[in-house]
């Protein structure tokens, strides 16, 4: 009986001890979420100006869990698995090659949510966006 007890227990502090890594995602004040979502690879050219509100809650993302993250953004437009379970989501900020068919690999610049071994995110990088003067 004292044997089943333990087995009990420490099968309920593992599911406590997993089940409370991360945090949820709520909503993010002025980042319209749903249009970012429906800017997949960033072809419509709506996420750079839909950036901002969510760089400046930068730090609601750290300790995200990775669903939550996608319910927020949606589907990352590429994912690097890494070692020790590690993966970076990637969302494209402006158009470019990747808005082709097939949705090829481009340079552009992106949004980098980077997950550590818990599922839970570690760093959160924006490449810099063109500036009007670049284009002349």
């Known amino acids: 009986m004292l044997r089943a007890s333990n087995s009990l227990l420490s099968?309920?502090?593992l599911a406590l001890l997993l089940g409370g890594c991360g945090h949820a995602l709520t909503t993010i004040p002025?980042?319209?979420?749903?249009?970012?979502?429906?800017?997949?690879?960033?072809?419509?050219n709506q996420r750079a100006?839909?950036?901002?509100?969510?760089?400046?809650?930068?730090?609601q993302l750290y300790e995200a869990r990775a669903d939550d993250v996608t319910a927020l953004l949606g589907q990352p437009d590429e994912e690097e698995l890494q070692a020790n379970?590690?993966?970076?989501?990637?969302?494209?900020?402006?158009?470019?090659p990747q808005c082709g068919p097939r949705h090829?690999?481009?340079?552009g610049p992106r949004l980098q949510l980077h997950f550590g071994p818990l599922g839970t995110v570690t760093e959160v990088l924006a490449?810099?966006?063109?500036?009007?003067?670049q284009f002349r």
């Open 49 to 59: 100006a839909l950036l901002p509100p969510l760089l400046a809650a930068r730090a």
């Open 104 to 107: 090829p690999h481009a340079t």
């Open 30 to 44: 002025g980042f319209q979420a749903a249009a970012w979502r429906a800017d997949t690879y960033a072809c419509r």
């Open 85 to 96: 379970t590690e993966k970076v989501y990637y969302y494209y900020l402006t158009p470019g």
């Open 11 to 13: 099968a309920i502090g």
């Open 127 to 133: 490449d810099p966006l063109p500036t009007a003067s």
